[in-house]
Every structure is written in structure tokens, then in C-alpha cells.
């Protein structure tokens, strides 16, 4: 069983940067692949970005390729998102998301077992 705590969420002017982070519990946090989803009013959850479980691969949605980064740090079963560059567009609801299975980049939802409670981004123009 994991648990999943999503936290640094906030308001940011366009252009700013926003660091997101997921803190896991449990001792098998380096078995699972770490995601970030993100869900607008309104709107589907859609993929942001996923990690493998050594962080030695990653995956983007083209929406956010090369203004976000996803990291991890096993010792400290945290997995974080790196926001550069926002837009007005990024506002939504973020969530982290794991996986068993952690050399399988995911880009559905379905496919994650284990999801943090969410964190609001709102980027005003």
C-alpha cells in the first residue's frame, strides 16, 4: 500500500515557475513509476509527465515538453514536477499518480493503482 501527498500548488503570474512535490509512503516506493496527471475545470484528467522507477526515463505530453521536469529521489520517496515557462493553460488541478511495475512509462490514468489528493496551479495572464 502507498500513500501519496501532493503539495506545492499555488497562484503564479504567467511566465513564472512552480515546483510540485508528491511525498510517498510505504518501503516500496522504488518498485513504482511515478506520473503527474492534471485535470481543468470541466475538462478529462490528461497525462503531464512520468518517471520510470530509477528516474532513468521519462516520458512529456507535447503540451508541456521542455517546460516541465519530473524527478525522483528514491531515498526520499519523493517525486517532484518542475514548472517553467507556465501559462495560462497549465491551470488545473495536478495529481501524482503510481504505478506497480515501475519500468513501464503509463500515460493513462487507469493504469495507475495509487493517486496523491491533488494540488491547485492557477497561472493568470
Known amino acids: 500500500q502507498v500513500q501519496l501527498v501532493d503539495s506545492g500548488g499555488g497562484l503564479v503570474q504567467a511566465g513564472g515557475s512552480l515546483r510540485l512535490s508528491c511525498a510517498a509512503s510505504g518501503r516500496t516506493f522504488s518498485d513504482y513509476a511515478m506520473a503527474w496527471f492534471r485535470q481543468a475545470y470541466g475538462k478529462e484528467r490528461e497525462f503531464v509527465a512520468v518517471?520510470?522507477?530509477?528516474?532513468?526515463?521519462?516520458s512529456y505530453s507535447d503540451s508541456v515538453k521542455g517546460r516541465f521536469t519530473i524527478s525522483r529521489d528514491n531515498a526520499q520517496n519523493t517525486v517532484y514536477l518542475q514548472m517553467n515557462s507556465l501559462k495560462p493553460e497549465d491551470t488545473a488541478v495536478y495529481y501524482c499518480?503510481?504505478?506497480?511495475?515501475?519500468?513501464?512509462?503509463?500515460?493513462?490514468?487507469?493504469?495507475?493503482?495509487?493517486w496523491g489528493q491533488g494540488t491547485q496551479v492557477t497561472v493568470s495572464s
Open positions: 518517471i520510470n522507477w530509477s528516474g532513468g526515463s521519462t
Open positions: 499518480a503510481g504505478k506497480r511495475g515501475g519500468t513501464i512509462l503509463a500515460t493513462v490514468p487507469i493504469a495507475y493503482d495509487y
